[in-house]
């Protein structure tokens, strides 16, 4: 999950002032309206057609963690006015946080996952410092499971510096249904503490936050930080792609020629009419729209695939009666 580089070692990539086509001085307002504006165009989910979308995605990612950091932009507006802007920060998106170790050790980089703050909400500062308005309420000394059937897997990650604390990462489990809903659940953290964690409703498999000194003590007292990814569990008839969900629906061969309604159920428990044209075909696709993942910024769509029943066994009627169609359609 770490990975070490040297400065010299970053490639040059484009500056990121242009990425986001903002001004030297632009405000942290415009910063974060312009970069709202750039994710949500150049969302891989909203351009599935185009190849350039997902790096295009991950530029605009990477120029924001940079842009709407005080401390790093300053840091990277002095790296421009000596030639080396370009490579601030290093290659793909989506893996900023950046900065020096407090004894003067190398650069570090970590992979941030499912971050997606466009689509989540959340706004305010760098790749890491964005994540703490998850969190709500203090610390707790019980002890429980965050979910049924959940579980949470810590691991020292690094250490910050000669004096500074070591960060931590844990994965939380989440049933689909649980990720749909959002809410507040106990986390436990390696020290004995619990505290109740904001999750945010429709919150993807991968996705990582970060709660700031929640890690272990260093020397002096600082703490690292303890990083959250969230595992999504699967659901037996709804597949999720985005934000928008799959299912499939199965209906016999004469209510796919002569069109039916059929009650098709949502992710989130309700039944919903749907209207099947006459003449779909095995494998079509029908939409429901909005009624997919709900996000605070919208939700996706709810797609249907239509599974045609053939029977095996037809009364002498309906064979005498399909043998005439198919005749008419010279079909025999």
Not at 50 to 55: G, I, Q, S
Request: hydrophobic content about 25%; aromatic content about 8%.
């Amino acid at each position: 999950m770490v990975s070490q580089c040297s400065p010299a070692a970053m490639p040059q990539t484009e500056d990121l002032y242009d990425v986001l086509g903002v001004d030297e001085d632009a405000s942290q307002e415009e910063i974060k309206k312009t970069y709202r504006t750039l994710a949500r165009k150049h969302h891989p989910d909203r351009n599935p057609d185009d190849p350039n979308a997902e790096e295009k995605f991950k530029e605009i990612q990477k120029a924001y963690s940079v842009l709407s950091d005080e401390e790093k932009r300053e840091q990277y507006d002095a790296q421009r006015r000596f030639g080396g802007g370009g490579g601030f920060g290093g290659g793909g998106g989506g893996r900023g946080a950046w900065g020096r170790s407090a004894g003067g050790g190398p650069e570090v980089r970590f992979e941030q996952g499912g971050f997606d703050e466009a689509f989540g909400g959340r706004g305010g500062g760098g790749l890491g410092d964005i994540f703490e308005n998850f969190f709500g309420g203090g610390a707790r000394t019980q002890r429980q499971n965050p979910f049924d059937g959940g579980r949470q897997q810590q691991r020292q990650q690094r250490q910050r510096g000669r004096q500074g604390g070591q960060d931590l990462e844990t994965t939380l489990r989440l049933s689909f249904r649980e990720a749909l809903e959002g809410g507040r659940k106990q986390v436990e953290l390696p020290s004995g503490e619990s505290i109740r964690l904001k999750i945010p409703k429709g919150v993807r498999d991968g996705f990582k936050i970060r709660l700031k000194g929640r890690g272990q003590p260093g020397p002096t007292g600082q703490r690292g930080d303890l990083y959250v990814t969230f595992e999504v569990g699967d659901h037996p008839h709804f597949d999720r792609k985005g934000d928008d969900v799959h299912r499939t629906e199965t209906i016999g061969m004469f209510e796919a020629v002569f069109g039916t309604d059929i009650r098709v159920p949502t992710p989130y428990g309700q039944h919903l009419k749907l209207s099947v044209p006459a003449g779909t075909q095995p494998g079509e696709k029908l939409r429901l729209k909005g009624q997919g993942v709900k996000t605070d910024d919208g939700a996706g769509d709810l797609y249907v695939e239509i599974d045609v029943n053939i029977p095996e066994n037809l009364s002498r009627k309906q064979r005498a009666v399909l043998h005439e169609a198919a005749e008419d359609a010279n079909l025999l």
